[in-house]
Structures are given as structure tokens and as C-alpha cells.
């Protein structure tokens, strides 16, 4: 028995030493190679405009401390922007095909993306789009396109915006898990699907303006580059006029009824090679990454910060999905002392979050401020935290369709009282002085404690509604009337005086440079994110994380219901969050 024991043991260990073997091989591959051949684009080459894998502004770059391992990804929106300004002046590249597009981008992300595919057919380059089945985000990017093709049995999704919300009081109530709501602001319906089964008037007010702004944005673009009038791209929508190929052809959304063989056929005419060749193609990531490593011009020592904001806002580090003021703290100060930088534009795609991140955040931007100009570029939504860091910027750009505004606070605390009692369960409290115990989930929540609560988040609201106050030169009586928790379009937003100007990222660099007097600069992206050890085996595949693992058990739509449900049950403090969630379809 000793005697198998010990190969038992041996085998076991023989086992591990080639486990650490092969992770370790793996490991060291990871980070000290690509692990691909970098693409070499050749001549009459057309790109693929593949955004399946593009999701955010900012690509990220990470330093993982524990290795002393910088990591630079090239794959954010900003990225392919870049990529596509340049694709104009490059002779390799004949044109772009847009091919079944899928993409989580925002509409405000899309937006951009569209405008610079615009000016890049001013080259007199090409921009073709082809698509089994468009659905209305999609069309509305590929709109743009000097040729749509649509499969002879596909479809095409033209009917308007809407946005649904899920109401739980009723739940609540049934099941006794209740959500104790302190807030300000007659529109702050973050809190409104736990206090109400259906939507309030307010909300609804709110909700179809927006919509609506959004709306004529979005047929307004459309119009433009298919030549009709909004008010017909409205009769469209209402009939559903364009449900079928063919259809949509004979309204003028698509240019040609065909299978995706004709499609690259007619690729291959535009470029003058013949049918029976295959054409050069480069995938929008390579060229962009391409383009990142081997096209900086450093010619100038004048450089433009442009620090990216996006995400909910909460503590700590931070990350490309999450603002955390470790991350933002670091990169105004990096920049503010960097003396080659002369301004900084901040990058904010946020629905809000943690008001004390937010607060601490709008203090680095104040301080900086002082030393250097700052200017704001909103994406898709720069709301309530989001607007809180935004608002005593320089000059604040956003998109006609950018969400914003949404000035009001919260705090929410779950409240079990009803739910234990249904299973047998009593709590009692025992206590030196009237406040002593805080707040607790299984008891009640009493009058004394609401009070100071409330006055809480009365101080909060009072804070955030001077901070926009003086950054946008109103009063707070004017903020107040605006505030309440109201999200407002950028389009309205210009109005109203939350914004200065409606424009994308360029624009917004454009004032940058101007403010801080330089003609001749390149620019300098932040944040450098600060990782360990263990994100960085989660990043290279070597672990799965607890997210992914529920995902996969429960399924994608399960999985955002328990998502939404624990993040409005976890939040800890006053929130400075948007309104509510909104998923335009």
C-alpha cells in the first residue's frame, strides 16, 4: 500500500509540475507576444467594418504591476475612428464594406461612426453595405452607405424608438422583499419601478421627449443621405412600409435586392479586378491596430490629453467598463503636470453612480481647471454623475442624441421585515442610544432614521444643483427647474444651457487645441488602468469569471433581470445614477 501511495503521490505531483508547465508556457506567451502575425495591408485592399467586437470608446491600456507588463489594446471606437480618418488619404485602401453588421455601439457611439464614414466617402472612396436583415440601429449606421444591399429574403426594421421598464411594487408586496426609496427630484424615476406599479406622469413626460429627440436625430441623418423627407421616413415607420426587401426598395431605404455573391461581385467592379480574383480585405481591428503602432506623428511636442470617462461610477480603481477615481484622479493629475500637455478633453460615456466619486472627481477637475483648459466630449450618455463631473468643464460638446442631464440623487435600502416573517424569522435590536443600531435590513425603517436620511440626500442634491450652478454661470433656481432628476437629449440640453455645442470628439479636440493655444499636436490617451495578478488570467482566458459562469447557466436575459435587481439592491450611499435604465429599441 506504501508502495502505491507513493506513486500515487509521484503522479500527482508529475501532474501539477506540468499544470504550472503549461500555464506558465502560456502565461509568458501572453505577455511577451501577440501571438499573431501583424497584418500587412496590401494594395487595393478594402476594409471590413466588422463592430461585433466594439463596444467601448476606449480599447484601454493596463499596467499589470505584479509582472511589470504593459498591455495597450487598439480595438475601442476611438480606435476605428482614427483608422477611418486615415483610410482616406491611404491608397491601399479603395473603399469599406459594412457586411452583417452586429454592434453593441450606443446611438449616440453610432452616431460618430456614421459622420466619419460620411467624410470618408468625400475622398471619393466607396462605403458598401450588405445585410441579411437589418435591424434599425444597424440601418441607421449603414444608411450612410453610398449602395445598400439587402438578402432577397431578409428584412428590414423601420418603426421608431421605444423603451420598456419593469415595475416590481407589486412583487414587493407579494413577497415581502421591499425597497425602502429616499430621493429628490419629481423625475428621479431610478427608484420609481420599487414605489409604483406603473409608470408616473412625470416619467412619461420625460421619457416620450426624449424618445422623440432622439428619434428626429436619428431620421434626420437618414434623410439626408437617402434623399427622403423625414416626414415620409415617418409615414414609413408608422405603416411599416419597408418590412420586405422589397419594400424597402420601393421606398428608397435600399438600393438592390440581391445575395451576398452579387454583393462582392460588385466589390470587385468598384476596385476594376475581375469576378473570378478575390479582393484584398483588412478587418477594421487589424487596420486600426495597424494604424495605432506605425502612424503616430510626433512631430510635435504639444500633446491633448483625452481621458476617458465611461461606465457606472463607483470606487476604487476603475476599469474600461466602470469609472473608478483611483484610474480618473491619476490621469488629471499625470496630465495637469505633464507640461507638454496644454489642454484635456474628458471623454464622459456614464449613466452616473456613487455621488462621492462623483464629487471627488469633480474636485480633481476643478483643480486642474486651474492649470490647464478642460473640455467635456459626451457620447452616449454623460447623466447625472455622469453630467456631475462634466459640469464646470470649459466647454461641454455633446451629440444631438446624447442622454444627459438627469441632475437629482437617491439612496435605496433593502428591506426584508415582511419576507422573514413569512419563514418564522424575528429580529430584536438591543442598544445604548436611540441610534445606535443604524439602519438594518430585517427591521422596519422608522421615522428618525428616514429623516436623517433624507436630509442626506437633500444635502447631496443641494451640492450637485451649485456645482452645475457655477459651472454653467445659471442660478440654482434655473438648475432646480431643469433638475429634479429630468434627462434632457443633447439637442434640448443645448437649449436649456447644460451644453455649449452639439459635436463629436473632433470638435470637442478641436476647442481643446484652441484653448490651449497649440495649432500643431498629437494626442495622449487615458487612463492607464492598475491590475494584479489575478485580472490578468482572467484577461488571457486562463479564468472565468463569476459573471460569465452565471451568464452561461441562467442565459443572457435571465442573467440581466438578477444583474439589474443586484445592482439596485447593492448600492451603498447617496447615488448620483440616470434616471432609470433605458434600452432603446
Same mark, same amino acid.
Given at each position: 500500500?506504501?508502495?502505491?501511495?507513493?506513486?500515487?503521490? =509521484?503522479?500527482?505531483?508529475?501532474?501539477?509540475?506540468?499544470?504550472?508547465?503549461?500555464?506558465?508556457?502560456?502565461?509568458?506567451?501572453?505577455?511577451?507576444?501577440?501571438?499573431? *502575425?501583424? $497584418?500587412? $495591408?496590401?494594395?487595393?485592399?478594402?476594409?471590413?467594418?466588422?463592430?461585433?467586437?466594439?463596444?467601448?470608446?476606449?480599447?484601454?491600456?493596463?499596467?499589470?504591476?505584479?509582472?511589470?507588463?504593459?498591455?495597450?489594446?487598439?480595438?475601442?471606437?476611438?480606435?476605428?475612428?482614427?483608422?477611418? @480618418?486615415?483610410?482616406?488619404?491611404?491608397?491601399?485602401?479603395?473603399?469599406?464594406?459594412?457586411?452583417?453588421?452586429?454592434?453593441?455601439?450606443?446611438?449616440?457611439?453610432?452616431?460618430?461612426?456614421?459622420?466619419?464614414?460620411?467624410?470618408?466617402?468625400?475622398?471619393?472612396?466607396?462605403?458598401?453595405?450588405? !445585410?441579411?436583415?437589418?435591424?434599425?440601429?444597424?440601418?441607421?449606421?449603414?444608411?450612410?452607405?453610398?449602395?445598400?444591399?439587402?438578402?432577397?429574403?431578409?428584412?428590414?426594421?423601420?418603426?421608431?424608438?421605444?423603451?420598456?421598464?419593469?415595475?416590481?411594487?407589486?412583487?414587493?408586496?407579494?413577497?415581502?422583499?421591499?425597497?425602502?426609496?429616499?430621493?429628490?427630484?419629481?423625475?428621479?424615476?431610478?427608484?420609481?419601478?420599487?414605489?409604483?406599479?406603473?409608470?408616473?406622469?412625470?416619467?412619461?413626460?420625460?421619457?416620450?421627449?426624449?424618445?422623440?429627440?432622439?428619434?428626429?436625430?436619428?431620421?434626420?441623418?437618414?434623410?439626408?443621405?437617402?434623399?427622403?423627407?423625414?416626414?415620409?421616413?415617418?409615414?414609413?415607420?408608422?405603416?411599416?412600409?419597408?418590412?420586405? &426587401?422589397?419594400?424597402?426598395?420601393?421606398?428608397?431605404?435600399?438600393?438592390?435586392?440581391?445575395?451576398?455573391?452579387?454583393?462582392?461581385?460588385?466589390?470587385?467592379?468598384?476596385?476594376?479586378?475581375?469576378?473570378?480574383?478575390?479582393?484584398?480585405?483588412?478587418?477594421?481591428?487589424?487596420?486600426?491596430?495597424?494604424?495605432?503602432?506605425?502612424?503616430?506623428?510626433?512631430?510635435?511636442?504639444?500633446?491633448?490629453?483625452?481621458?476617458?470617462?465611461?461606465?457606472?461610477?463607483?470606487?476604487?480603481?476603475?476599469?474600461?467598463?466602470?469609472?473608478?477615481?483611483?484610474?480618473?484622479?491619476?490621469?488629471?493629475?499625470?496630465?495637469?503636470?505633464?507640461?507638454?500637455?496644454?489642454?484635456?478633453?474628458?471623454?464622459?460615456?456614464?449613466?452616473?453612480?456613487?455621488?462621492?466619486? !462623483?464629487?471627488?472627481?469633480?474636485?480633481?477637475?476643478?483643480?486642474?481647471?486651474?492649470?490647464? &483648459?478642460?473640455?467635456?466630449?459626451?457620447?452616449?450618455?454623460?447623466?447625472?454623475?455622469?453630467?456631475?463631473?462634466?459640469?464646470?468643464?470649459?466647454?461641454?460638446?455633446?451629440?444631438?442624441?446624447?442622454?444627459?442631464?438627469?441632475?437629482?440623487?437617491?439612496?435605496?435600502?433593502?428591506?426584508?421585515?415582511?419576507?422573514?416573517?413569512?419563514?418564522?424569522?424575528?429580529?430584536?435590536?438591543?442598544? =445604548?442610544?436611540?441610534?445606535?443600531? *443604524?439602519?438594518? &435590513?430585517?427591521? &422596519?425603517?422608522?421615522?428618525?432614521?428616514?429623516?436623517?436620511?433624507?436630509?442626506?440626500?437633500?444635502?447631496?442634491?443641494?451640492?450637485?444643483?451649485?456645482?452645475?450652478?457655477?459651472?454653467?454661470?445659471?442660478?440654482?433656481?434655473?438648475?432646480?427647474?431643469?433638475?429634479?432628476?429630468?434627462?434632457?437629449?443633447?439637442?434640448?440640453?443645448?437649449?436649456?444651457?447644460?451644453?455649449?455645442?452639439?459635436?463629436?470628439?473632433?470638435?470637442?479636440?478641436?476647442?481643446?487645441?484652441?484653448?490651449?493655444? =497649440?495649432?500643431?499636436?498629437?494626442?495622449?490617451?487615458?487612463?492607464?488602468?492598475?491590475?494584479?495578478?489575478?485580472?490578468?488570467?482572467?484577461?488571457?482566458?486562463?479564468?472565468? !469569471?463569476?459573471?460569465?459562469?452565471?451568464?452561461?447557466?441562467?442565459?443572457?436575459?435571465?442573467? @440581466?433581470?438578477?444583474?439589474?435587481?443586484?445592482?439596485? =439592491?447593492?448600492?451603498?450611499?447617496?447615488?448620483?445614477?440616470?434616471?432609470?435604465?433605458?434600452?432603446?429599441?
Amino acid at each position: 500500500m506504501k508502495f502505491l501511495g507513493n506513486v500515487l503521490a =509521484t503522479l500527482v505531483g508529475l501532474f501539477v509540475f506540468f499544470m504550472i508547465c503549461f500555464f506558465g508556457l502560456l502565461l509568458i506567451g501572453a505577455l511577451f507576444s501577440s501571438g499573431e *502575425e501583424k $497584418v500587412t $495591408v496590401k494594395n487595393n485592399s478594402v476594409i471590413e467594418l466588422d463592430l461585433s467586437q466594439i463596444k467601448y470608446d476606449y480599447a484601454g491600456k493596463t499596467n499589470f504591476k505584479d509582472f511589470d507588463y504593459f498591455n495597450a489594446d487598439h480595438d475601442g471606437l476611438s480606435d476605428v475612428l482614427k483608422a477611418i @480618418e486615415y483610410a482616406k488619404s491611404d491608397s491601399k485602401i479603395k473603399g469599406i464594406s459594412i457586411i452583417n453588421n452586429v454592434s453593441d455601439l450606443g446611438i449616440a457611439q453610432t452616431k460618430a461612426l456614421r459622420d466619419q464614414l460620411e467624410d470618408f466617402k468625400k475622398s471619393g472612396k466607396f462605403v458598401y453595405s450588405y !445585410s441579411n436583415a437589418y435591424t434599425q440601429k444597424e440601418y441607421y449606421l449603414n444608411s450612410v452607405a453610398n449602395s445598400i444591399y439587402i438578402n432577397p429574403i431578409g428584412e428590414l426594421d423601420f418603426k421608431g424608438l421605444s423603451a420598456e421598464i419593469m415595475f416590481f411594487k407589486d412583487f414587493e408586496e407579494k413577497s415581502g422583499l421591499k425597497m425602502e426609496v429616499i430621493r429628490h427630484g419629481k423625475y428621479k424615476s431610478a427608484v420609481e419601478p420599487f414605489l409604483e406599479n406603473k409608470m408616473s406622469d412625470a416619467n412619461r413626460e420625460q421619457t416620450t421627449q426624449l424618445l422623440n429627440s432622439l428619434w428626429g436625430s436619428v431620421i434626420s441623418d437618414i434623410a439626408k443621405s437617402r434623399k427622403i423627407s423625414t416626414a415620409r421616413l415617418n409615414q414609413i415607420a408608422d405603416g411599416l412600409l419597408a418590412r420586405t &426587401p422589397e419594400m424597402a426598395k420601393a421606398e428608397g431605404l435600399v438600393d438592390k435586392i440581391a445575395y451576398e455573391d452579387v454583393y462582392h461581385n460588385d466589390i470587385k467592379k468598384a476596385i476594376k479586378i475581375s469576378e473570378d480574383e478575390d479582393y484584398n480585405k483588412v478587418e477594421i481591428k487589424d487596420y486600426a491596430e495597424d494604424i495605432a503602432t506605425s502612424n503616430i506623428d510626433l512631430s510635435s511636442n504639444d500633446v491633448i490629453a483625452v481621458i476617458y470617462a465611461q461606465g457606472e461610477i463607483g470606487s476604487g480603481e476603475g476599469d474600461v467598463n466602470e469609472i473608478g477615481e483611483g484610474s480618473m484622479r491619476r490621469s488629471l493629475q499625470e496630465a495637469r503636470k505633464n507640461k507638454n500637455v496644454k489642454s484635456i478633453v474628458l471623454r464622459i460615456n456614464s449613466p452616473g453612480g456613487n455621488a462621492l466619486t !462623483s464629487e471627488l472627481i469633480w474636485r480633481e477637475i476643478e483643480l486642474t481647471k486651474k492649470v490647464k &483648459p478642460i473640455v467635456v466630449s459626451m457620447g452616449d450618455y454623460a447623466a447625472s454623475g455622469g453630467y456631475y463631473i462634466a459640469c464646470n468643464a470649459n466647454k461641454i460638446y455633446a451629440e444631438a442624441n446624447t442622454i444627459t442631464g438627469s441632475i437629482g440623487v437617491f439612496g435605496i435600502l433593502p428591506n426584508f421585515t415582511e419576507a422573514i416573517k413569512k419563514i418564522g424569522i424575528n429580529v430584536e435590536q438591543v442598544k =445604548t442610544n436611540p441610534n445606535a443600531s *443604524e439602519y438594518s &435590513p430585517f427591521k &422596519p425603517l422608522d421615522d428618525n432614521y428616514r429623516g436623517f436620511a433624507q436630509e442626506g440626500v437633500e444635502k447631496i442634491y443641494g451640492v450637485f444643483v451649485k456645482r452645475v450652478a457655477d459651472g454653467r454661470k445659471l442660478t440654482t433656481t434655473q438648475v432646480d427647474a431643469i433638475g429634479q432628476g429630468r434627462v434632457w437629449s443633447g439637442q434640448d440640453a443645448l437649449k436649456i444651457g447644460l451644453v455649449d455645442k452639439i459635436g463629436g470628439m473632433d470638435e470637442a479636440i478641436k476647442e481643446a487645441a484652441k484653448l490651449g493655444k =497649440t495649432s500643431k499636436y498629437h494626442t495622449q490617451d487615458f487612463p492607464e488602468y492598475e491590475k494584479e495578478f489575478g485580472d490578468i488570467l482572467s484577461k488571457f482566458g486562463l479564468a472565468q !469569471s463569476k459573471e460569465s459562469i452565471i451568464k452561461e447557466t441562467l442565459g443572457e436575459q435571465n442573467f @440581466e433581470i438578477l444583474k439589474h435587481l443586484k445592482k439596485m =439592491t447593492s448600492q451603498k450611499g447617496v447615488q448620483a445614477r440616470m434616471a432609470y435604465e433605458l434600452k432603446i429599441k
